[in-house]
T-cell receptor, first 113, second 112 residues
Framework: AQTVTQSQPEMSVQEAETVTLSCTYD???????LFWYKQPPSRQMILVIR??????QNATENRFSVNFQKAAKSFSLKISDSQLGDAAMYFC??????????FGPGTRLSVLP | DGGITQSPKYLFRKEGQNVTLSCEQN?????MYWYRQDPGQGLRLIYY???????QKGDIAEGYSVSREKKESFPLTVTSAQKNPTAFYLC???????????FGPGTRLTVT
């Protein structure tokens, strides 16, 4: 069965600095999708970024980028120029065709002014 | 506006009562999901449906029931058999490919 691991329960970053959140996953599939979701205090789940496994190029969305290492089954999220509004729980998720989503346990990110 | 709505935002019930949480989507998605989230925890899958009139148990289905009579709607009933029903409940939908899930705003259920 697929699993997603986030080894950092909590992280903190100074405002305007850069932080990297880790995610590893286990799968025997070759074609799949990976996602990072953000859950702020409102508890609304918001998609931050997605990565298709067949694409070698790392996805970017403004200040958010990923480092996707397929062979290592690693999918880390880098947040540049951190802002107070980035404070949230961040969940890494995996999905392959015909299967349900598998979510990691989450990393709580604090942004210090 | 396309999206997923869940109502109500907060729900209070007495122990022993069944309660139904609403989830509606106008994204034309085939698949819909219910998750439970406890404080400081991740998401656990309760039930999912990939097509109208069909649904499957997730990891923690005991004490819950669902129906999928319409594509747009996937209500969740928390029955009196659920031992610890107080939690935050999230509904989501997606296409049946490998695309992302879209989430509703959630319902906070408190049972006393």
């Amino acid at each position: 069965a697929q699993t997603v691991t986030q080894s950092q329960p909590e992280m903190s970053v100074q405002e305007a600095e850069t932080v990297t959140l880790s995610c590893t996953y286990d799968t025997s599939e070759s074609d799949y999708y990976l996602f990072w979701y953000k859950q702020p205090p409102s508890r609304q789940m918001i998609l931050v970024i997605r990565q298709e496994a067949y694409k070698q190029q790392n996805a970017t969305e403004n200040r958010f980028s990923v480092n996707f290492q397929k062979a290592a089954k690693s999918f880390s999220l880098k947040i540049s120029d951190s802002q107070l509004g980035d404070a949230a729980m961040y969940f890494c998720a995996y999905r392959t065709y015909g299967q349900n989503f598998v979510f990691g346990p989450g990393t709580r990110l604090s942004v210090l002014p | 506006d396309g999206g997923i709505t869940q109502s109500p935002k907060y729900l209070f019930r007495k122990e022993g009562q069944n309660v139904t949480l609403s989830c509606e989507q106008n994204l034309n998605h085939d698949a819909m999901y219910w998750y439970r989230q406890d404080p400081g925890q991740g998401l656990r899958l309760i039930y999912y449906s990939q097509i109208v009139n069909d649904f499957q148990k997730g990891d923690i289905a005991e004490g819950y029931s669902v129906s999928r009579e319409k594509k747009e709607s996937f209500p969740l009933t928390v029955t009196s058999a659920q031992k610890n029903p107080t939690a935050f409940y999230l509904c989501a939908s997606s296409t049946n490919g490998a695309n992302e899930q879209y989430f509703g705003p959630g319902t906070r259920l408190t049972v006393t």
